[in-house]
């Protein structure tokens, strides 16, 4: 059964409107959450991060939003730009990661100009 | 600043050869970890290593083992290399001594083809 579910495989935006990448997962013992890019043929880079104890964390153009009770969690992007283009992972881990990440499957983001 | 190196960067391999993918690090994290991309599947865990001289299996972790003898290297072996292997494989670091934070940072990849 999975526990990070990102239910849209793609989504397509226009250069300068908001992206919004959605996320839910089940596993309630979750208690760090993470955003992951990645380009062909490169190895997913970090992109921002966010702890169960809050509900919102913001970096430049990426804030993510945490709603624990609906085990949601979302990846807004704005403006977006054409570099944006990627496919991005939702992580998840419980108890300081030591057995590793649980990713989603993806989502491809293509910004059209 | 290096970070993660892997090797071979693809290989094509018969099946029932055994294969190392190699790993190394110079940030001195004291956890490292294998992932194997699939299409539509995204990465899943095959082993971990939490600090020099243990390893923990993932959720994939059949047909292939690990060692950590050094802080710095991570190989993931094949001993016998069947087609469902065909993958992208990524090795991972992270410094989980940091309190708080849980930021894996990962290699380029293996693309590896098990015919």
């Known amino acids: 059964d999975q526990q990070v579910k990102q239910n849209s495989p793609s989504l397509s935006v226009q250069e300068g409107r908001i992206s919004i990448l959605n996320c839910d997962y089940t596993?309630?013992?979750?208690?760090?959450f993470l955003w992951y890019k990645k380009y062909p043929a490169e190895g997913p880079t970090f992109l921002i991060s966010?702890?169960?104890?809050?509900d919102k964390n913001e970096d430049g153009r990426f804030t993510v939003f945490l709603n624990k009770s609906a085990k949601h969690l979302s990846l807004h992007i704005v403006p977006s730009q054409p570099g944006d283009s990627a496919v991005y992972f939702c992580?998840?881990?419980?108890?300081?990661?030591?057995?590793?990440?649980?990713f989603g499957k993806g989502t491809h983001l293509i910004i059209q100009p | 600043i290096a970070g993660i190196t892997q090797a071979p960067t693809s290989q094509i391999l018969a099946a029932g050869r055994r294969m190392t993918l190699r790993c190394t690090q110079d940030?001195?994290?004291?956890?490292m970890y294998w992932y194997r991309q699939d299409l539509g599947l995204g990465l899943r865990l095959i082993h971990y290593?939490?600090?020099?001289?243990?390893?923990g299996k993932g959720e994939v972790p059949d047909g292939y083992s690990v060692s950590r003898a050094n802080t710095d290297d991570f190989p993931l072996t094949l001993a016998s290399a069947v087609p469902s292997q065909t993958s992208v494989y990524f090795c991972?670091?992270?410094?989980?001594?940091?309190?708080?934070?849980?930021?894996?940072?990962f290699g380029p990849g293996t693309r590896l083809t098990v015919l």
């Open positions: 596993n309630s013992m979750f208690d760090y």
């Open positions: 940030m001195r994290h004291n956890a």
């Open positions: 991972a670091s992270s410094d989980r001594m940091r309190e708080g934070r849980n930021e894996q940072f």
């Open positions: 290593s939490n600090t020099a001289g243990t390893t």
């Open positions: 992580a998840a881990v419980s108890g300081g990661g030591a057995d590793g990440l649980t």
């Open positions: 966010i702890s169960s104890i809050k």
